[in-house]
């Protein structure tokens, strides 16, 4: 249980829910998978990364694969960490 004053514990994919992790076990994208469940469009994971959102794009359709410091952003800017990310 939260106190008042504590800040919220980064998501997860258990807190994103059963239907996410059935997404990404299904084969969709982790990031597509993130972004939709977390509400945060590419447009601004890609202002607080740094990112191209040409890359992200790419990203999201697996046609290229995020460096370790791209995806310590990323999960940065989704308010989790990479581990999380990688769960699954």
């Known amino acids: 249980m939260r106190h008042k004053g504590q800040p919220k514990p980064?998501?997860?994919?258990?807190?994103?829910?059963?239907?996410?992790?059935?997404?990404?076990?299904?084969?969709?994208?982790?990031?597509r998978v993130w972004s939709q469940q977390l509400a945060v469009p590419l447009v601004t994971i890609s202002k607080k990364t740094g990112i191209h959102l040409g890359r992200l794009i790419l990203y999201e359709a697996e046609e290229l694969i995020p460096t370790q410091?791209?995806?310590?952003?990323?999960?940065?800017?989704?308010?989790?960490?990479?581990e999380e990310i990688e769960a699954v």
């Open 10 to 31: 980064p998501p997860t994919v258990k807190t994103l829910g059963r239907a996410a992790e059935s997404r990404i076990l299904a084969g969709e994208p982790w990031l």
């Open 69 to 82: 410091e791209e995806l310590e952003a990323i999960a940065k800017a989704l308010g989790t960490t990479v």
